[in-house]
Antibody, heavy 118, light 108 residues
């Protein structure tokens, strides 16, 4: 059974870089037709798609975040990662990783809260 | 960018009631729409994919319909465990995905 787990610092100072890793277990990240996705949810608010990556490294980003975001895949470690530069308090959120299967997101990681504060 | 307008933002219903949520896309997205359920402190869960297909293991009281720009999500008989926030999500433009604003379902 495929499982995803986010990891990384829970506190980031502005204007540093937020860095998170998603570890995939129970299956290979190099599977054709699967994209790997980052999504975030500010406290008490809705879901925001950050971007996705294919196993070959091809990426798509939310235009509103594109200038600050890099998503990378690390196939040998069965992981993919998120870097968000120049963070502000507005980037405080629960960050989720997920697998994109067809158009749906399944499964999701449990999410990790990242707080941006000095 | 495709915008998704979801309504209502919240609703209150009694156990056993029929609950309906709508999602409207700013342009034609065919049937490229999913519905998710999110309970407090948990990750969202995929319920409906491709507008009307029930994900494996999801109770049949959940259903979805629509195509083009107008979509509907229905709970035929609200159960206590259905109290959650529901989101639509479009993926027609695979380069950019969009979620609806969410509908919080509460018990009256």
């Amino acid at each position: 059974q495929l499982q995803l787990q986010e990891s990384g610092p829970g506190l980031v100072k502005p204007p540093e870089t937020l860095s998170l890793t998603c570890t995939v277990s129970g299956g290979s990240i190099s599977t054709h037709s699967h994209y790997w996705v980052w999504i975030r949810q500010p406290p008490g608010k809705g879901l925001e798609w950050i971007g996705n990556i294919y196993y070959d490294g091809g990426t798509n980003y939310n235009p509103s975040l594109k200038s600050r975001v890099t998503i990378s895949v690390h196939t040998s470690e069965n992981q993919f990662s998120l870097k968000l530069r120049s963070v502000t308090a507005a980037d405080t959120a629960v960050y989720y990783c997920a697998r994109q299967l067809g158009g749906g997101l399944l499964p999701w990681g449990q999410g990790t809260l990242v707080t941006v504060s000095s | 960018d495709i915008q998704m307008t979801q309504s209502p933002s919240s609703l209150s219903a009694s156990i056993g009631d029929r609950v309906t949520i709508t999602c409207q896309a700013s342009q034609d997205i065919s049937n490229y729409l999913n519905w998710y359920q999110q309970k407090p402190g948990k990750a969202p869960k995929l319920l409906i994919y491709d507008a009307s297909n029930l994900e494996t293991g999801v109770p049949s009281r959940f259903s979805g319909s629509g195509s083009g720009t107008d979509f509907t999500f229905t709970i035929s008989s609200l159960q206590p465990e259905d109290i959650a926030t529901y989101y639509c999500q479009q993926f027609d433009h695979l380069e950019t995905w969009t979620f609806g604003q969410g509908t919080k379902v509460e018990v009256k």
